[in-house]
């Protein structure tokens, strides 16, 4: 005679499927996410690898999720299949960071610096580390955001004038900074 599914069997089949489910979604979530909001701001930038220089943040701001009145942001798309970026960030004399995502919203590192230094340039590559300011992004597409601290008037207007030499883009001449060995380092 011919028996129906058990209990247990579908149970163990719910089980089985509903955590195959969970972890597909808890995967592709962040990654949906981020591929939205990489093309919303490449879309503003004009493609990837171009800055974004956010105005100061008032009531109307919502670029970002909450953004905070006492920063000024920045923020690049960034797309190192092809080639190298080079994120160049202008000399602020306060508090500043930058933080770099890959494509599943991780937060994969941060620099932050009190200010007052030349010109920092990092360069953001998906293999290899040849120069000296590397970060090594985990995937192809990810976003750098740069944060300046600004508590008055004055800072705002000095973060305002460096934020005008932030850059962001390949790195001119140069595929990826890993390969042949006669390559040098890239310059700082």
């Not at 299949?81 to 890959?102: A, H, M, N, Q, R």
């Not at 620099?111 to 000296?132: N, P, Q, V």
């Not at 600004?150 to 207007?157: A, D």
């Not at 934020?163 to 001449?173: R, Y």
């Amino acid at each position: 005679m011919l028996k129906g599914p058990s209990v247990v069997g579908l149970g163990l089949t719910f089980l089985v499927a509903g955590a195959v489910g969970w972890t597909a979604t808890t995967w592709a979530t962040p990654r949906v996410i981020m591929s939205a909001a990489l093309e919303r701001i490449e879309a503003e930038a004009g493609g990837p690898n171009q800055m974004i220089k956010a105005p100061p943040v008032d009531e109307e701001s919502r670029e970002v999720v909450r953004p905070s009145p006492d920063l000024l942001y920045s923020l690049c798309a960034y797309d190192v299949s092809e080639s190298d970026i080079l994120v160049k960030v202008g000399s602020t004399p306060g508090y500043w960071s930058i933080s770099f995502y890959d494509e599943a919203t991780n937060n994969f590192d941060v620099r932050g610096y009190g200010g007052g230094s030349e010109d920092l340039r990092i360069f953001t590559i998906s293999k290899g580390a040849m120069a000296r300011q590397v970060v090594r992004s985990p995937s192809n597409r990810g976003l750098a955001l740069i944060r300046r601290r600004v508590g008055n008037r004055e800072e705002l207007e000095a973060a305002i004038d460096a934020q005008h030499d932030d850059d962001c883009g390949p790195l001119p001449n140069r595929a990826h900074a890993y390969g042949s060995s006669a390559r040098q380092p890239f310059p700082l």
